[in-house]
């Protein structure tokens, strides 16, 4: 089973020099470093090529560091009122909010916390335009360019019958009067070409909308700050667009903004066997990695041996599929050890939960420069309890 995920590429880093005793497991240790060079990456694209870049909150939300976020980057972009609360309150420049499905009972405070609103479809653009123009927010639509880059249909928002942005072939005056800008978020984890195919595939369908237009939002899903990432044919291509449409650019990488920037550090708690040797841990996958479970992917174990004692890691939950994979150290196991998965900054961060009791992973934030450690956030028993009634 855990041999057929793909295991997920991931940098040590300077954390192979971290001390995993440090830490309380399980707990999230993020390196400032390493945010820093992947905002200096991005802050680099952007300033060769005018584009604006927001953080993608959903992504990455860990707000310990949204003042050096702030000093890179234009802004964040939200997924809906607290994200955009969460935005204003901690960041500095733009919030630009899209939501699949906005309520009545929230337009308001999202429109006030919001400069681009961007709406999913027609209908729902029309029911708030007045509120947005009023309040002098910018207005966008999500399309959808039916031209499939994901292989993953769950992860490809141009998968047939999805919900997510107005199909392209129903754009007409109507549907656009009063967009501003178009959005669209297509990519998951890709290079340049497949935006540059995605746009070869659309341009010609959006040619009479273009110039009546203020802004284009590419969305997330750009791994730019992977090595191998062609940053100068994103830059070539947004100044392209921008000089040619005279069009502001935006680009929202959740990912990117902490790639390979944190581990999540766990311990041993037993080690049974049933056919083959198994081990119990204090990192559950459907509590602090769900992913792992969704996706699904085998995330990188630091230091992971190629031949030696193979032990299948599991959650302390009830869920028989609590399993994280397949790991191999060069020595056997003890009950007691630490170990540390790789790149769990993004996404994993954002999404865990308390099921069966688990408590939360702490968080913890490590210069990698000056080895500094400070534990920016310890979880109790409080934390589960006020979830439940
Ligand atoms: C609308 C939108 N923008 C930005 C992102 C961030 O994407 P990523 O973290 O892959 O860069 C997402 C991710 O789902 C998204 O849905």
Known sequence: MAEMMQTQAGDAGAFTSFDLSRVPTPCFVVDTQAIERNLKILADVKARSGAHVLSALKAFSMFEVAPLVSRYLDGVCASGLYEAKLGREEYEGEVATFCAGYKDSEIDQIITLSDHMIFNSPSQKARFLAKCQEAGVSVGLRINPLHSEGEIPKYDPCAPCSRLGTPINQLDDEVLDGVDGLHMHTLCEQGFEPLARTWAAIE???ASYLPNLKWLNFGGGHHITRADYDRDGLIEFI??????????????????????????VGEILDLPHNVM????????????????????????LMGEAESGHTYRLGGPSCLAGDVIGDYTWDVPLQVGDRFAFLD?????????NTFNGVPLPAIA?????TDTLKMVREFSYDDFKNRLS
């Open 239 to 264: 100044k392209n667009i921008r000089e040619k449409y005279q069009v502001d650019v935006y680009l929202e990488p959740g990912e990117a903004v902490a790639l390979d920037a944190g581990i999540l």
């Open 277 to 300: 040797d198994l081990a119990i841990t204090d990192i559950s996958a459907t509590c602090h990695m769900p992913d792992v479970i969704e996706a699904p992917y085998r995330p990188a």
């Open 344 to 352: 769990q900054a993004h996404y994993s961060m954002v999404k865990t």
């Open 204 to 206: 010609p369908k959006l």
């Open 365 to 369: 934030l490590w210069n990698s420069d």
